[in-house]
């Protein structure tokens, strides 16, 4: 998988989020629930789009920890109620592959700049 679809891949995610979210209870549990998820989801994204090598060397771990705070409120909402569904499980599912492949691209990046400072 390229950068491109990477970035298209994320901020599909983003959309999903969005979109699941309409669905839930309009009280104080669905809406503070909605603020967080949709952040961490369109932090993912956003910072994925790094302009600079350095920039996404360190940006990276930034979109593995949003990723990763994606899927614990994905949990939140289908252990709490406020949404079930194959939707629902389909996101659970894109969190769980996002943050292995960010983590995967931390780990490379991480190798790398050892490598080079080796040299």
Sequence with gaps: MDRKELQQRTKKFHVDLIRICEGFPKNAAGFKTAKQVIRSAGSVGANYRAKSAADFLYK?????EEEDESHYWL???????????IELNNLIKEANELTAIFAATDKTNKTKMQQSKNK
Excluded at 60 to 64: K, T, Y
Aim: proline share 0%; hydrophobic share 50%; net charge negative.
């Design 60 to 64: 990276i771990e930034i979109v593995l």
């Design 75 to 85: 949990e939140v909402i289908k252990d709490a109620g406020l949404q079930s569904g």
